[in-house]
Nanobody, 125 residues
Framework: QVQLVESGGGLVQAGGSLRLSCAAS?????????MGWFRQAPGKEREFVAA????????YNVDSVKGRFTISRDNAKNTVYLQMNSLKPEDTAVYYC?????????????????WGQGTQVTVSS
């Protein structure tokens, strides 16, 4: 099993920054897992934000966050990060970390096997 724990959410004003962290643990977890971030706003479906491969060389960002959000990972710490800059009120959502061994269809939540509990991000205008 793999456990994922997100942290770093909070309340921030528009234009501000936050860095989310996702710590992975578990007997079967390894750096081979592709890690993703999703978000879900009230009344909306869960939305793909970004994903990163084991080497850190592959990242995928949905158009709405390109140039503002950066995903990274530290395999030595089994941790993946989401640096969020220039935050907007529409970025308000619960942010989830997820893990998968599949290398395709990374924008689909169905691809991911393990999920964290989520961390709330609220951006005030």
């Amino acid at each position: 099993q793999v456990q994922l724990v997100e942290s770093g959410g909070g309340l921030v004003q528009a234009g501000g920054s936050l860095r989310l962290s996702c710590a992975a643990s578990g007997r079967t977890f390894s750096s081979s897992y592709i890690m993703g971030w999703f978000r879900q706003a009230p009344g909306k479906e869960r939305e793909f934000v970004a994903a990163i491969g084991w080497s850190g060389g592959s990242t995928y960002n949905v158009d709405s966050v390109k140039g503002r959000f950066t995903i990274s990972r530290d395999n030595a710490k089994n941790t993946v990060y989401l640096q969020m800059n220039s935050l907007k009120p529409e970025d308000t959502a619960v942010y989830y970390c997820a893990a998968t061994l599949k290398s395709s269809a990374l924008r689909s939540s169905n691809t991911y096997l393990f999920w964290g509990q989520g961390t709330q991000v609220t951006v005030s205008s």
